[in-house]
């Protein structure tokens, strides 16, 4: 059975889109904080190297002679990460708000 508001509007349509906006708005709360630990990582990675290639020499010390760590690709790495988590952040954080003022042009 279907109800009708007072302006006409149909209540399940409204509560589809309530529904929709709060997952929406959860989905990219949790995207955008469990973004910001990822980005802290990269930041970490790239500004306190000295323990992370120590990191690496330990762990090439733990694997032995047969497996090789190539220090270069995982500094690299770095850097992926440092960018690839930006984006995730600023995309959540766009979406974040775009839903909040349903704007047309952040959906």
Not at 2 to 29: A, H, P, Q
Not at 74 to 92: F, R, T, W
Not at 101 to 106: A, F, L, P
Request: hydrophobic fraction near 50%.
């Amino acid at each position: 059975m279907v109800y009708r508001s007072s302006i006409g509007k149909c209540l399940g349509e409204d509560m589809r889109k309530f529904i929709l906006k709060r997952t929406l708005i959860i989905t990219n709360f949790f995207i955008f904080i469990l973004g910001i630990p990822v980005f802290g990582l990269g930041i970490w990675v790239l500004v306190d190297k000295p323990s992370f290639l120590t990191l690496f020499e330990e762990a090439k010390s733990v694997s032995g002679p047969a497996h090789s760590f190539d220090v270069e690709i995982y500094s690299a790495a770095a850097y992926i990460l440092l960018v690839v988590s930006l984006l995730v952040v600023l995309v959540s954080f766009f979406g974040f708000y775009g839903v909040m003022e349903e704007s047309k042009c952040m959906r």
